[in-house]
């Protein structure tokens, strides 16, 4: 028996370590790099499962309106897509000075939208930041930017039966991506077509300068702003908090939920290759130390190579990343800094 192997995770490891992602970044200047980028980008476009090739009439509502000492909470709904509505809260700073800066918040594996912006179960609104996302939708509004918290598909206020009668911390993560995996789609796609689809609400509002549009997630959340920043060329500026990594360490080493897997993305390009997608605009990783499902050691080794080709576009100083002493939580401490210099 010494010469068999039944262990999963060394065989995948092996593999993985064998694995040679056809699109990896091996440009040597700043053009190489842009039609390295088109590519790549045509290519995870693809992976996730393309989008729509027409968008659907906004039809966008605001159906609540709430006034809070130092903010208003505006409740939104419009349509993603045929026959798919999305949901979200507008937060806007008293005294903000329109058109301003935006960020589109994306929450987490939890109880959705309501946990980033204050909401407890019972509907009543915490009176200090809370849980693990630490509530940075309102976090944004405090540093003087107008938030959309957006609910993601399949968590909260976008989930199906089931999950609602098993309790408010239950997703439907599991048949949703189950379903887009036999569509031959991808939740990744789904979720990152809501924020296209948010980044269309927010260009249609007043208040918003659609050139000051960023994106900022925790987890699953941070899943889909790094997906979305990589595609959506009009996300100005990102940070993504607990997830930033390499697929190896993690995503394949990891137990996670189905919804953070893309079929064949590996064989195409490291998460760090994708951060090259961003570039050259502002994108901001945070890690904890104890983060155990996003080991800290390979969120280093990561950054360090998405700022090689960062600095390949001639834009090191947009990049950047802060460790903290945590687990897997929000922190927000150097990200604040970095979208109030940057957005």
Known sequence: MKDRQFDSLVFSRELAEANKPALAFNAKDGEE??????????????????????????????????????YTRETVVFESREHLSAF?????????????????????????????????????????????????????????FAAFAMEQFGFGHRRDE????????????????????????????????????????????????????????ISGGGTITFFASALEQRIRAAVVSGYFNTFRDSILSIPHCICNYVPGMLKTAEMYDL???????????????????????????????????????GAEDRIGLEIFEGEHSFHGKGAFQFLERWL
Request: charged share 25%; hydrophobic share 35%.
């Open 162 to 217: 089931r999950a609602r009668t098993e309790g408010a911390e239950n997703s439907s993560c599991q048949p949703a991506s189950g379903a887009a995996f036999l569509l031959g789609q991808t939740m990744v796609g789904w979720r990152v077509w809501d924020v296209m689809r948010a980044v269309d609400y927010l260009e249609t509002r007043e208040e918003v300068d659609s050139e000051r549009i960023g994106c900022m997630g």
């Open 33 to 70: 790099a842009k039609v390295w980028q088109r590519k790549l980008r045509r290519k995870v476009t693809e992976l996730v499962g393309g989008f729509p090739k027409e968008r659907c009439a906004l039809r966008a509502e605001v159906i609540e309106r709430r006034e809070f000492p130092t």
């Open 275 to 313: 951060a090259g997608l961003i570039a050259p605009r502002p994108f901001f990783a945070e890690s904890g130390t104890q983060d155990k499902i996003f080991p800290v050691e390979a969120t280093k080794f990561s950054f360090g190579k998405a700022r090689e080709i960062y600095q390949v576009f």
């Open 88 to 144: 979200g809260y507008f937060l806007m700073p008293k005294g903000y000075k329109s058109p301003g800066p935006t960020v589109i918040c994306l929450p987490g594996h939890g109880r959705g939208c309501d946990d980033i912006v204050g909401i407890r179960e019972d509907g009543t609104m915490r009176s200090a930041y809370g849980e693990y996302q630490n509530d940075f939708a309102l976090q944004c509004v405090d540093h003087g």
